[in-house]
């Protein structure tokens, strides 16, 4: 696909260049649909109902850490190398993510695998709203995969945590960039998870991630991506950190910054759904 004004065009494929590689046997299609629950949506039976050919279903929930309360945090290297080899992910594989929304559960698949040093990902510009849109092929039938051997190794430089992101308030080593809606940001919304408060981490900056994306769903060019980011008051020479409701959509914002040149961007990873359950974390409610 042509590059848009992007300076790192390889995060994304055409719906053009899936429908020509659906039979390439290097090529790994994931479904990585995510719902809010307030959505009423349930991803895994969309997907039983119709999903791109050969497309594996990647649920979050199921491949994260599973003993913690939060939602879909990373695992570590061992579970995540063993539960992608038994999807029939391996080593020398090209991934596609993409998702029936628009570059949400997709772009945190797609940073979850640069997390644990696998580089070949690539999300689905548009994702399964365009590919239907242009009518092409989809199927009910689920393709089983023989296990596949995949190496793993976590990049902490691309997460944060808690303790990082209360140090950074104190001493500002990174900007920190909320993905959320500016209701929810400040605190003009209900948090769609029960028992949150609302608000924003002191000092962080609003992008609510839609404003990346056009009606279609696909990504906005470099031009205006980078013009959502500086009219929120966010310095693109300088680090940045993601968050968002629950480390989603965070990435998001990390695969458009990714987009126009910032590869190192950090995401929290428990972002709010940490942050806004806590009562030792303090809490901003204005721009």
């Known amino acids: 696909m042509t590059n848009q004004g992007y300076s790192n065009p390889d995060a994304l494929v055409s719906t053009e260049w899936l429908g020509s590689h659906l039979d390439a046997p290097d ?4 479904d990585a649909s995510h719902h809010l629950p307030t959505a009423g949506r349930n991803a895994r039976s969309e997907y039983d109902a119709q999903h791109i050919p050969g497309a594996i279903f990647w649920d979050i929930d199921a491949i994260s850490d599973q003993a913690t309360d939060l939602p879909h945090m990373l695992p570590d290297a061992d579970q995540f190398a063993r539960q992608v080899g038994a999807l029939g992910i391996g080593d020398g594989h090209k991934v596609i993510v993409y ?11 797609w ?4 997390v644990f040093g696998f580089r070949d990902v690539a999300v689905l510009n548009g994702g399964f709203r365009k590919w239907t849109a242009e009518g092409r092929p989809v199927t009910a039938e689920v ?9 793993a190794r976590k990049n902490h430089m691309l997460v ?8 950074n308030i104190d001493l500002p080593r990174e900007q920190v960039v909320d993905a959320r809606a500016a209701g929810r940001f400040l605190a003009q919304e209900p948090e769609p998870r029960a028992g949150m408060r609302g608000g924003h981490i ?3 900056k609003n992008v609510p991630f839609p404003g990346l994306l056009n009606k279609d769903g696909t990504y906005r060019d470099g031009d205006a ?12 020479a300088k680090p940045i950190a993601t968050t ?20 190192e961007t950090a995401v929290y990873d428990g972002s709010w759904s940490e942050w806004g359950s806590r009562q030792d974390t303090p809490v901003e409610t204005t721009a």
Do not use: H, K, N
């Open 225 to 236: 991506l980078r013009s959502a980011f500086v009219q929120a008051g966010v310095d693109l």
């Open 27 to 30: 090529v790994r299609i994931v």
């Open 143 to 151: 393709v089983r995969r023989s296990q596949r051997s995949f190496t």
């Open 202 to 204: 002191p000092g962080s």
């Open 160 to 167: 944060r945590d808690r303790e990082q992101m209360l140090r």
């Open 99 to 109: 998702d029936t929304v628009g570059a949400t559960g997709a772009a945190r698949v």
């Open 244 to 263: 968002c409701g629950s480390g989603v959509t965070a990435c998001t914002l990390a695969l458009g910054l990714y987009l126009i040149g910032q590869t």
């Open 111 to 114: 940073w979850t695998f640069r």
